[in-house]
């Protein structure tokens, strides 16, 4: 093994040592204070740019061991947002699911037509108001083709950590943000088809469809060989690894050969085995994984990602209308909605703030559009301040919306008692 070689390997040990380090002691930190850990965590990846060979994570830099070394962790983050994707499906109630089917759709659908009308109209106030078919009015819509995208990696880890996945509405939020990122690449190729004058952007939507059946098909007779196997080999060791594989071969083919994300394919295969009778097995051998090394290094880097460098007076004006609406944009529609399918007020509240979350599907659009002439370099800093508010605000809203009624009052009568008690001592 030649020097170079051994330099990038040595970088790569001691920046994934840092990262793993660092994001787990400040995700405890946040849980100690009453925010959950993958708050913390995104809080660690925009602290370790301040390290030399951190600061431009995802550029170019001059030094070929650091690019490396950073485009290693990239990779990593990858593979673990697809373990906390698979780990999703595997703990997915399929019977709630088939059951929200209908209503999931609903709210996905105004999930992704809320945010790109309000999306639209507010990039059209600073790009100005033009007619149809001129260059600022595909980047206004643009604009709002970026706010549709819905990451929920980040709201399943939240909804683990509460115990709330299995429950009516975290299979709702699951279900809707997974139909929400099929819907939203059937908009970005209709916006990229028709701003290039290509068309060809109904292939999409028969690509989606191809892919839907595919999965039943190969699904369902990957189900039966799990099933098979696992009557004759119950808990065995295997199981996960036979799992993870497939897992990693569906994120592969939705990606490469149907354009779909690669997070959707993962949470698919989990949904294909969570059925199995030794699915919760096999969720806590892939958890272990995720929760030690791969999760740390994805939340992490969402913070590492982040340069406000370049942020000007009218960026930040545009960033923080962007941000505004796409926070307030999906709490509208899929909240509204919500509410008009039967869930109540609570319910739709919390079903909004899941489906605000923005990650790495929004970077993908974003860059997308970066490659076609749609948005500019400059405004690409305002996607990831998106991206970096909901992901550190939505697990903290969505802790208090889970909170029954029941414990702030049992909290408020603690410290009432607490208070008496205080002052008849004192008396």
Request: charged share 15%; net charge neutral.
């Amino acid at each position: 093994m030649n020097l170079p070689n051994t330099e990038i390997i040595l970088q790569i040990l001691l920046s994934v040592g840092l990262i793993v380090i660092v994001a787990k002691y400040f995700g405890i930190l946040a849980r100690k204070i009453g925010i959950p850990e993958v708050a913390g965590m995104i809080v660690a990846g925009l602290l370790l740019r301040f390290i030399p060979w951190f600061h431009n994570y995802g550029g170019t830099d001059s030094n070929v061991i650091y690019n490396e070394a950073n485009q290693f962790i990239s990779y990593m983050s990858e593979i673990g947002v697809i373990l906390i994707m698979f780990s999703a499906g595997l703990s997915t109630n399929l019977k709630s699911l088939i059951e929200s089917g209908i209503k999931s759709t609903i709210i996905a659908a105004f999930g992704v037509i809320t945010p790109l009308i309000m999306g639209t109209i507010m990039a059209m106030c600073f790009f100005g108001f033009t007619g149809f078919g001129t260059i600022e009015f595909f980047k206004s819509v643009f604009i709002g083709t970026i706010l549709t995208a819905t990451s929920v990696s980040i709201t399943v880890a939240v909804l683990k950590e509460f115990g709330k996945i299995k429950t009516d509405v975290g299979q709702t939020i699951i279900s809707s943000a997974i139909i929400d990122d099929v819907f939203g690449i059937i908009v970005l190729t209709i916006v990229l088809g028709v701003s290039s004058g290509n068309g060809g952007y109904f292939s999409i939507i028969l690509k989606t469809v191809l892919f839907f059946v595919c999965a039943l098909v190969v699904g369902f007779i990957i189900y039966k060989l799990f099933k098979w196997y696992d009557k004759r080999h119950p808990r065995s060791h295997r199981i996960p690894i036979y799992a993870l594989g497939v897992a990693l071969i569906f994120a592969y083919c939705a990606e490469k050969f149907f354009g779909i994300a690669d997070i959707t394919g993962a949470y698919i295969a989990g949904i294909v085995l969570c059925n199995l009778h030794d699915a919760s097995y096999m969720e806590s051998k892939i958890d272990i994984n995720s929760y030690m090394f791969f999760s740390p290094v994805f939340f992490a880097g969402i913070g590492l990602k982040t340069d406000l460098s370049g942020m000007n007076m009218d960026l930040l004006w545009f960033a923080i209308a962007f941000v505004i609406i796409g926070c307030v944009s999906k709490i509208i529609g899929c909240g509204g909605i919500s509410k008009c399918l039967g869930y109540n007020w609570r319910e739709s509240y919390q079903i909004g703030l899941g489906m605000m979350v923005r990650g790495e599907v929004a970077l993908i659009v974003a860059t997308k559009g970066l490659s076609c002439g749609l948005i500019d370099s400059q405004y690409f800093t305002a996607v990831i301040l998106l991206i970096i508010v909901s992901s550190m605000l939505v697990p903290i809203l969505l802790k208090r919306a889970f909170i029954p009624k029941s414990e702030h009052n049992s909290e408020e009568k603690s410290i009432q008692s607490s208070e008496q008690t205080s002052k008849q001592k004192s008396e």
